[in-house]
């Protein structure tokens, strides 16, 4: 038996609303900030802020006027030029370098000065062995032509280096969206040693507290086959990217804590810890160095 349910008493449900009488807090206007280091790109940063918890407000979610200034080894290296929507460019286009610390400041009228922890660029990683020749099934699309993609590499002796190791597929130079899964321990598991990205299912990041300053060997299973970006046709992938990144705690931090969902969905999830390297404010910093190597299935 079907039970039919008027619209407008679903809508009803949907409008109501009741004062609960309890402020929540709310610690005043602070700045948000987002920014990768790396040898790839120009040193950006993405400025933000935050929104009471309760009330109006009149104002857009990104900052136009902030000061933000870029410093290696606490020597300045430039004040970065706002572009647009709250991004911050080096003008110079300066490129972050390995080996080397760098830390923001941003000040902003009406907001507490906010300034990042010195971070180092990580020295490059480099790919040992990979090995991407050996037919399996396909977990997710079984009948799907699929592969186990095998990358070495050698962890450093220093303690505390994070890694991660991303999959992209391409068709004639177009991104393809391909299905991995992990051989290693199971996609949803995460046993201290590492884990599936949450934002990006086609990365597996790595602590070295389970092999620092030995080699270690990465396992995932890859299919071959997948929707052609963006919103096209399915077809075949005719090259597979591998990149191995040598990165910071953030970098690690960031896609362990990533969180998938959006809007009213948070309110149905416990409060989560975030990592932040960023004082004065929130955000976070991300830095890594990688190693690429383009395989032909």
């Known amino acids: 038996m079907r039970l039919a349910v008027p619209l407008f008493f679903l809508l009803g449900l949907l409008a109501c609303t009741k004062d609960l009488g309890v402020d929540l807090p709310y610690e005043g206007d602070r700045l948000v900030v987002y920014g990768v280091l790396s040898p790839d790109s120009v040193a950006t940063l993405r400025v933000s802020r935050t929104y009471p918890t309760t009330g109006r407000y009149q104002y857009g979610r990104w900052v136009l006027t902030a000061v933000v200034r870029l410093y290696e080894d606490s020597v300045l290296v430039e004040q970065l030029r706002h572009q647009s929507d709250g991004r911050y460019v080096s003008a110079r286009k300066f490129k972050p370098q390995p080996g080397r610390f760098y830390h923001y400041t941003i000040t902003n009228a009406g907001f507490p000065d906010v300034q990042s922890l010195p971070e180092r660029v990580p020295e490059p990683i480099r790919i040992d062995r990979y090995q991407f020749d050996e037919s399996i099934p396909a ?49 949803e598991f995460e046993d201290g040693c590492g884990f599936r990205g949450w ?40 090259k597979v990217v591998l990149t191995l990144r040598r990165a910071n705690r953030g970098y690690y931090e960031y896609n362990r804590t990533f969180n998938v969902n959006e809007g009213f969905l948070l309110a149905f999830q416990p409060p989560q810890v975030r990592y932040s390297n960023v004082r004065g404010g929130y955000g976070i910093i991300l830095a890594y160095s990688k190693d690429e190597v383009t395989i032909i299935p």
């Open 199 to 238: 934002g990006r299912f086609d990365e597996y990041n790595l602590s070295d507290i389970c092999f620092n300053g030995q080699t270690s060997t990465v396992r995932v299973g890859v299919e071959l086959e997948g929707t052609i970006q963006p919103r096209g046709p399915n077809g075949k992938v005719d």
């Open 139 to 187: 977990a997710l699309n079984p009948g799907l032509p699929a592969r186990k993609l095998i990358c070495q590499f050698t962890d450093a002796k220093q303690p505390s280096d994070y890694y991660a190791m991303q999959v992209l597929g391409y068709n004639n130079s177009l991104r393809v969206a391909i299905n991995t899964f992990g051989l290693d321990r199971p996609d």
